[in-house]
Each structure stands twice: as structure tokens, then as C-alpha cells.
């Protein structure tokens, strides 16, 4: 009986009728302040009806455009998905109708691009689920994602006296102009943080120098070397992740305070590496072990040295692969937190981790801290969106062997 496409299709539409209200009403309320919330009923009843419609319309755009002109005229009567609250202007009614129709509308007909207004196949049934479900997975994680950082950056450009005013105002002035991002130049000027982002590039460099130097030599012994002991070592790698860091801390702190290392960046760079190395191992042996050893044996039985041939044969070939593990850990080294924190007292000689956390400070602004957390988060979100590709490629790269 479920398996009816006049069944199928209207459920479908009201759960993501539901969906959609929820994300316009949220996103309406962050980026203007006004009152916008999402009715129950009414999406589902909304939703039902548009999934008939779609089903009933087979072509795109004219489906689509129905159903965008059905729900905004409900929410301008104030009968339709997205309720809004009093003294909210008509424009701002208006798009949050056309958003919410719109976005029922053209996914709903790709939700049920196969189905029928009859008896449905069950491979057709669990397509349009599976679509449903994909949608609503990509609406749930991209919000988990965004609405954090749209409000953190959002707070660090808003005003102490704003702030004050109404907490929870997200939206923005952009009449102050340039004065919108005075916590910023504040940061900068006052509290130092052009140094913090530079501590923080050099150590995360550094880190990444020290890894590989370590961890290529190691991966490649445990990838195409014969020892007594090899596979317990390669299966124990990750093991000192087993152990949380936190329990490691103290003594860390205690032995660096003895010898003479806490509150200095060659401690938190001899520190760090301790962290990346067997991760960069891991990763790094099962691409070596992907390489066809053949052209290795070529350039030993050529002449050349196993130093040689790692050199030049063995790197040249793996350099997504250490480019991708050069990346991972400088994310890694640049978002570490505990130890910086704990052995970095010197404002003088924080990382940029530490910086941030130095505002977490009822006498310090709240903006100043969103923005602290903007600086930090921006700079490596921006390298991994532009190397992401390259990551990829290079984790992948020897999956398949040969």
C-alpha cells in the first residue's frame, strides 16, 4: 500500500515541506533579526500538496514555479509554512515565501523524478527515500557547519552596545562601514595577534619538516623492508593515540619545567612532531606499499643505493601522498590547543590557539574573542578548501596497488 506513488510522493513532500520551513525560518531570523518561525501543520499540509502537484506536473520549472507561487501567497495571508512575527516587513515576507517555495518545489521533483501516481517498484520507492534522505542529510550537516561560524563571525562584527542590546541579533549593520570590523584591527593593534599568526605558521612548518623527515625514512622501512618485528610495529603505530593527550600532559609539563623547555617555541616544537609522526607514518606506509616495487628494484639493480633510489624514485612518485600528509599535519599543528596552553605562559611567544583563549576574559569584549576564533578558523579553512583536491588525491592514490 506504502508503495503508492499518490501515497509516496505527498509524505515525502511534507516531511521535507517540514525541513525546508525550519532552515528559511532559522536563516530569516540570523540574517535579520525579525521574529520567523516554521508551523508544523502547515508544512506538512504544504508539503503534501506540493508533492501531489509535483508528481501530477511532470516538467521542472512549471511544477516548480507552482508550487512557489502556492506557498508564498500562503505565507503573505499568513497561512502558509513560515510564520512570521509582528512588525515584519512585507519584502521580508515575501522572500521568506518565494525561498521556502522555491526549495520545496525544484528538490521535490528531483526527490520523485521516477516515481508514478500509481504502484511504484520497489527500486523506485527506495530512490526517492534515498534522495529524500541525501537532501536532508546535506541541509542537516551544512547547518551544523554554518551556523556556528555565521554567528561567530556575525558576533565579531557587532558593537559592545549592540551586543548589550539584544544578544541574539545576528544580522548586520552594513552601514558602519569599515567600523564593522574594528575588533579586528583592535586585535592586531592592541593584542598582538600579528605576531600569534606568524609563532603559529613557523611551528606549524616546522612541524610538518620534522614529521616527514621522520616519518618518510619510517614509513618506507616498514613498507618495503624485511625485520624481525615488522608487523607488531606496524600495527602498533597508533597505538599512542590510544593513550588521551590529557594524561600526557602533566608529565609533559613537569619534565619540560625541569629541563628547562616550558614556555618556549623550540619546546612546542619538539613537542608536536611527538603527536604527527605516527599518524604521518600510517598514512605514508600504506602508500608506499601501493608503489610497484619494480621500478625500485630497476634502480637498485642499476646501481643506485637504497638512499638513491628512495630519493629519487620512491619521493617523486609519492608526492600527493606527502602532500596530503604535509597538509593533515599542518592543520593539525595549527589547531593544537592543550599543549600551547600549557606550556606557553609568555604572551610574547603564544600560537595563535593561545591567543584565542588568552580573550576568553570577562574583561575583554565578547566580539574580540568571536574574532580571535575568525582569525584562527579562516586562514586553515581556506588553505584545505583550496588543497582539498590534492588531499583527496593524494589519500587515495594508493588504494589500488600497481
Known sequence: ???????????????????????????????????????????????????????????????????????????????????VGDGVGLFKVLLAGMATGFFVGLPMHVITDELQWGALTRHEFEESVIRFLTGAGYIFFTAIVLIPFYVMVMTSLKSQQALLQNPLDFSL?????????????????DFNFGTYLWISFVVSVVTVAITLAFSIPGAYAIARLRFKGQAMLSRSILLIYMVPMIVLALPIYIVFSMIGLRNS????????????????????????????????????????????????????????????????????????FLLAFMLLDDPSKFTLTRGVAMLNSSEIPRQHLMAGAVIATVPIMVLF????????KGLTAGSVKG
Not at 501531489?52 to 499568513?78: D, E, F, N, Q
Not at 549593520?173 to 593593534?189: A, M, N, P, T, V
Not at 578548501?385 to 583527496?392: D, V
Request: charged letters at 10%; hydrophobic letters at 55%; aromatic letters at 14%.
Open 173 to 189: 549593520d552594513i552601514s558602519k562601514g569599515f567600523d564593522l570590523f574594528r575588533s579586528y584591527s583592535e586585535l592586531f593593534l
Open 385 to 392: 578548501l583550496g588543497l582539498e583536491r590534492f588531499m583527496t
Open 265 to 336: 617555541i623550540f619546546g612546542i616544537v619538539m613537542i608536536y612532531p611527538v603527536t604527527t609522526i605516527p599518524v604521518a607514518l600510517y598514512m605514508l606506509q600504506g602508500y608506499f606499499r601501493g608503489l610497484p616495487g619494480e621500478v625500485e628494484e630497476a634502480g637498485l639493480m642499476d646501481g643506485l643505493s637504497r638512499l638513491a633510489v628512495i630519493w629519487k624514485i620512491t619521493l617523486p612518485l609519492s608526492l600527493p601522498a606527502i602532500a596530503s600528509v604535509s597538509l593533515y599535519v599542518f592543520m593539525i599543528a595549527w589547531n593544537e
Open 1 to 83: 500500500m506504502y508503495r503508492q506513488g499518490y501515497i509516496t510522493a505527498p509524505v515525502l513532500g511534507a516531511l521535507w515541506c517540514f525541513i525546508v520551513a525550519v532552515t528559511v525560518t532559522v536563516s530569516f531570523s540570523f540574517a535579520t533579526g525579525e521574529p520567523f518561525k516554521p508551523s508544523f501543520w502547515l508544512s506538512l499540509l504544504y508539503g503534501a500538496i506540493a508533492g501531489a502537484l509535483v508528481l501530477k506536473v511532470p516538467a521542472r520549472w512549471p511544477a516548480t514555479m507552482a508550487v512557489t507561487v502556492l506557498i508564498t501567497a500562503g505565507c503573505l495571508i499568513g497561512f502558509g509554512p513560515t510564520i
